[in-house]
């Protein structure tokens, strides 16, 4: 079994492509609320308090993600692998067993979040009206944590037998619902003279309109995967023994995703020290760099999948071969989305805010991100195929280890010493090449190979 380059493109992207949209889409539903929450009134003060509640809310929702990172490594290698033997049978108790973990998984997830609420705005030293708006969304989205980690578990069972269109074609449906979910929710019915009558609920209603949705995903998975797939299908099997293994699969990757958070989460506490404005301009930037960086993860998805089908198969040459392709074709079309970032950023910014100070803020992190995106795109392929091999602790000490001293320690200072926030911004950018240069040490010196996991 060989292939040639353009069959490798075409498995490549015909895995990439629809989960980069899904996650591009995915952004999007996020950005529609932050693009209506920021038209809400005309008192830029209000506006203010609404952008930053909203992005502080969205910053704590994503402590949720290192949780999910377990669930969705554990059960994509499994899945990939029992995939690329061919063991059809496994597939079903692979995914009846990581899915009835998710559901019991998420009561007390739920609980902790609800509780850890009010603590989590604290600690970002958030008062007033930022605080109760921030706390009024994330007891909504809350709500959603059950369907969202089942969903987790749906999506990355489809990524690891090759099918991302069945979920992209789903996101499309759901982002369509949520544009017109937000606008009604948010500013009422009254603008648009219809019955019945909606009052406008303002941040509370983009947290109801975010929950709703997730809900009406999940089902729609759970539909397909217990009906109408060709190879996944979920059924009331359960095996303690592949719960426990694709939890210790991905629980490297899940603390591995908790620092990074925590680390993005600490940057933007640094922010909050620089006043109002830059911290809006953060915000703003960061949900503006965040539609870039859909294409990245859709080709760590292919990664993951097409590795984890190749050492299943038994054919490290090939995995290795695909991992040099994607790097090819990655690269490219990071690069050009950079630079696009750079050139397009104030225009991008001002979608969401027409104040000189915070728009000049946001293109400035945007410029530094954007000269970046070639190492983040190698960062995102090679970690990608660490995790698709089961070598998470290796990426786990990488990643952790660059973030914590190479970014995070170097900002600290910054802030400390009251420096501009401009070279806070270029120490993400410096940070992000070293990162690169050590994972394409590891994957030059054949390091990572030592540390695959076989299933």
């Not at 930053?52 to 692998?81: D, E, H, K």
């Not at 069945?166 to 449906?173: A, G, L, P, Q």
Request: hydrophobic residues 50%; glycine residues 8%.
């Amino acid at each position: 079994m060989t292939y040639s380059f353009k069959q490798r493109t075409y498995k490549i992207l015909k895995i990439a492509l629809p989960s980069g949209g899904n996650s591009l889409l995915d952004i999007a539903n996020i950005s529609i609320g932050m693009y209506f929450i920021a038209h809400i009134s005309n008192d830029t003060q209000t506006i203010k308090h609404n952008i930053v509640a909203l992005g502080l809310g969205m910053s704590c929702w994503m402590f949720l993600f290192a949780l999910t990172t377990i669930f969705y490594v554990g059960t994509n290698a499994q899945i990939s692998r029992a995939f690329g033997e061919r063991n059809h049978a496994k597939l079903s108790k692979i995914l009846s067993t990581m899915s009835f973990g998710a559901a019991l998984f998420s009561i007390p997830i739920y609980l902790i979040a609800n509780v850890s609420n009010e603590f989590y705005f604290d600690w970002m030293n958030v008062s007033g009206e930022t605080k109760t708006l921030g706390m009024l969304y994330l007891s909504f989205i809350f709500y959603s944590i059950p369907a969202f980690l089942l969903k987790t578990i749906f999506i990355s069972a489809l990524a690891g037998v090759g099918d991302t269109k069945s979920v992209f074609y789903i996101k499309i449906i759901a982002t369509s619902l949520n544009i017109a979910l937000n606008y009604i929710l948010i500013f009422g019915t009254q603008p648009l003279h219809i019955l019945p009558h909606i009052p406008p609920l303002g941040i509370m209603g983009a947290g109801i309109a975010n929950m709703a949705i997730t809900y009406l995903e999940c089902f729609v998975l759970f539909w397909i995967l217990c009906k109408t797939h060709k190879y996944l299908r979920l059924s009331l099997g359960f095996r303690s023994k592949i719960l426990f293994f694709g939890l210790k699969l991905g629980l490297p990757s899940g603390i591995e995703r908790a620092l990074t958070i925590l680390s993005l989460v600490l940057i933007t506490k640094f922010m909050t020290d620089y006043g109002l404005e830059v911290i809006a301009g953060f915000q703003i930037g960061s949900r503006v760099e965040s539609f870039i960086l859909m294409p990245g993860f859709g080709f760590q998805v292919s990664t993951m999948a097409l590795v984890g089908q190749m050492i299943g198969a038994k054919r490290l040459d090939i995995a290795q071969e695909f991992i040099r392709t994607i790097l090819l074709i990655s690269s490219v079309t990071m690069g050009i989305l950079g630079l696009l970032l750079c050139v397009f950023g104030v225009e991008l910014s001002s979608l969401f805010s027409t104040e000189s100070a915070v728009v000049d803020y946001s293109f400035a992190y945007l410029v530094a991100v954007g000269l970046s995106q070639v190492p983040l795109i190698c960062i995102f392929v090679l970690d990608g195929a660490l995790r698709g091999s089961g070598a998470t602790k290796l990426s786990l000490w990488v990643n952790t280890g660059s973030i914590w001293i190479l970014r995070i320690l170097p900002m600290w200072l910054c802030v400390y010493f009251q420096i501009n926030v401009v070279w806070i911004f270029a120490i993400v950018c410096c940070e992000t090449y070293l990162r690169a240069g050590l994972f394409g040490l590891l994957f030059y010196k054949g390091i990572w190979k030592k540390h695959i996991v076989r299933i």
